[in-house]
């Protein structure tokens, strides 16, 4: 509240000059000044298991490029009284609270031609209250989502070439009821000549506005769209039981252009998936694929499609120049079945303000990564060689991962709630989001050969996948799952003391924790380090020329920026961290290839490594008492054992 005095002292000091050149006669009337805060709120009605009565009628213009600016328009069936409308915060695939409700604007009320006014909940800004008057059976709801220009705080979603809606971060719904129970009729307006790509069933197209299917919240809200001026259409399972599409958005038209070849491999990612979980959890399903450099990069799960970008030149530069980005598509497949059909119990909410739980994280994006990565190859994604230099990238991370001292892996599953995909200047040694994606890879591995070794190879972790994803074929409604359903279904597949293995991999935290590297070994290979790289390992390790990760302990960033300092490597023990830049080698100009082949000289003699750097004013000269050379990862085989990782890479038959 502000008081009458202070409101009179603040006209005073910021715009008396102005004030006293107006006339008494001509001074507009003073606006009211509040007395009192708003009366007490009622509570926000929790969800039920009801059903909403009338279907809430919702557009989205997506047509204002210029001003980067979508705007809303709802119908909402309501009766007089006490109600209550709620924005979306705790968005499904994010595992946080990030409904970006701070770039909602505009937001209006009207029933029976005449505004009603809302007032914001003061505890969850979320929420609004209204009050609506006695006759009035429909209120039209407007607002817009103001889209950001630039990637700095939230992606970029609106181009002049493309657009991503993300329906959950368009929408107002009544609190009171599940999710489930909320029915929309969905529509868009599209600029002149655009074309889309959803999950959502088009019903009709007059113009540019496209109309869909009646459907429930919970399912719009996991239903986005990728709209383009640029935009191909390419079936992925001709002829098969459900319809499987990739829908492609450009920046140029002249991106566009798939070969056969591509296509084959991605129609084989299909049959692949089919044969690892047998059933199918969707009546359709839409990849939804931006080529490009102007929106916001993306990889977002969903059970009926899945939001991915990737570089204008994705197919053609070919997939060789765009290994990082090729396990995408596997993995945000994966998880129409792993994340959507069987989801975390934690993750089962009743609507979306409710909040998510993420402790099975490593189950949900950790099994998730390893099935991409299989999936990557079966489907002749990738090959052999390449996988095994990705694996080896990873498996050397977490081997020189020092933040396992402290932090054990299954604390990381609440690092989003700790603030969604922030950075830090010490990854190595804080551990985040990305930890319960690869490291919780390696114990899938780990789970799988011991499976395969223990059975004399007649079973596998694909046993498993079948078991638990592979069943109601068709259903596309969530089944929820808990730790013991996890290790139930994985001694029905071999009987083991599965609780003790994940929770000693999950737990594992303090100075002699160690990384789960057993399931290499158990491949078939050991994890060694090399001072050079095959052309394929550079290829998949792309950093590698500025990597020091495994020698000096830090990488080397544009304009010869030091980042990435290992906690405890030997840069981080004379005191260096972020922010400092590195000028010189020697006597040489500061460079990567510099930096490589001093380290490769200081290899085996007593001459320490000298390293000038700055940063702001201040410069320093270091001197690196380091002599065991360059160091990158590579699986080496282990004469004599079982080439498992080749069983487990290697496409199946049906």
Not at 271 to 281: E, F, I, S, T
Not at 416 to 425: A, F
Not at 515 to 538: C, F, H, M, N, Q
């Amino acid at each position: 509240m502000i008081r009458t005095a202070a409101l009179a002292l603040l006209l005073t000091s910021a715009a008396l000059p102005a004030l006293a050149q107006v006339p008494a006669s001509q001074a507009a009337t003073p606006l009211p000044v509040p007395t009192s805060l708003p009366h007490a709120l009622p509570p926000i009605p929790a969800p039920q298991d009801r059903d909403y009565p009338g279907v809430i009628g919702i557009q989205a213009d997506l047509t204002d490029l210029d001003h980067k600016v979508i705007r809303v328009r709802q119908t909402v069936p309501v009766s007089a009284g006490p109600l209550v409308l709620q924005y979306p915060k705790f968005i499904p695939g994010n595992h946080a609270d990030t409904g970006p409700i701070q770039l909602v604007s505009g937001v209006t009320v009207t029933g029976n031609g005449r505004r009603i006014e809302w007032v914001r909940d003061t505890v969850d800004p979320h929420a609004f209250h209204l009050d609506i008057p006695a006759g009035v059976s429909e209120i039209q709801v407007a607002l817009e989502w103001l889209t950001q220009p630039d990637n700095a705080v939230w992606r970029v979603v609106m181009t002049p070439e493309m657009v991503n809606l993300q329906w959950e971060k368009a929408l107002l719904y009544p609190a009171g009821y599940n999710h489930s129970r909320i029915t929309f009729a969905p529509s868009v307006k599209l600029p002149a000549g655009w074309q889309q790509g959803s999950a959502l069933e088009a019903t009709g197209r007059e113009g540019d506005v496209i109309t869909f299917a009646p459907i429930s919240l919970e399912h719009l809200a996991d239903s986005p769209m990728f709209a383009g001026a640029h935009f191909k259409r390419v079936d992925l399972d001709p002829g098969g039981r459900s319809p499987v599409h990739l829908n492609i958005v450009a920046d140029s038209a002249a991106n566009l252009a798939p070969t056969e070849e591509q296509i084959s491999k991605l129609r084989t990612l299909v049959d692949q998936a089919d044969y690892l979980y047998g059933a199918r959890h969707y009546d359709r399903y839409d990849f939804l694929l931006a080529l490009t450099n102007r929106m916001g990069g993306i990889g977002l799960e969903h059970h009926r499609s899945s939001e991915n970008s990737a570089s204008p030149g994705f197919f053609t530069d070919g997939f060789q120049k765009n290994f990082g980005t090729l396990a995408l598509l596997p993995h945000e497949y994966s998880h129409s079945w792993n994340g959507k059909f069987r989801r975390p119990s934690d993750e089962y909410v009743p609507n979306l303000n409710v909040p998510s739980q993420n402790t099975l994280m490593w189950v949900y994006e950790g099994q998730t990564e390893y099935w991409g990565e299989v999936l990557t190859a079966r489907s002749g994604l990738a090959s052999k060689e390449e996988q095994l230099a990705a694996i080896a990238e990873i498996a050397a991370f977490y081997e020189n991962q020092p933040g396992r001292q402290w932090r054990a892996l299954q604390d990381t599953t609440n690092h989003n709630l700790l603030g969604y995909r922030t950075s830090n200047p010490w990854p190595s040694w804080m551990r985040g989001t990305g930890d319960y994606y690869r490291e919780a890879l390696l114990i899938w591995l780990d789970a799988d050969t011991l499976i395969r070794e223990a059975t004399n190879n007649r079973k596998s972790l694909d046993d498993f996948a079948r078991a638990f994803y592979g069943v109601e074929d068709g259903v596309w409604e969530a089944r929820p799952y808990t730790f013991d359903d996890v290790v139930a279904h994985l001694n029905a597949v071999h009987p083991h003391d599965w609780a003790a293995f994940l929770r000693q991999r999950l737990d594992a935290v303090g100075p002699d924790a160690r990384a789960p590297l057993d399931g290499i070994a158990r491949g078939g290979y050991r994890l060694t380090y090399v001072d050079s790289l095959t052309p394929v390992e550079k290829r998949v390790q792309r950093t590698w020329a500025n990597d020091f990760q495994y020698s000096l302990g830090f990488s080397l960033g544009a304009g010869n920026r030091i980042m990435a300092v290992r906690w405890g490597g030997p840069l981080y023990e004379l005191g260096i961290g972020a922010g400092w830049e590195l000028v010189a080698v020697g006597d040489r100009t500061a460079s990567a290839e510099a930096l490589r082949d001093a380290v490769t000289a200081a290899k085996g003699v007593a001459d320490p490594i000298v390293l000038v750097v700055k940063r702001d004013e201040a410069f320093r000269t270091l001197s690196l008492d380091y002599h065991d050379g360059l160091r990158y990862p590579r699986l080496e085989r282990i004469a004599g054992t079982r080439d498992r990782l080749a069983d487990i890479l290697a496409p199946r038959r049906r």
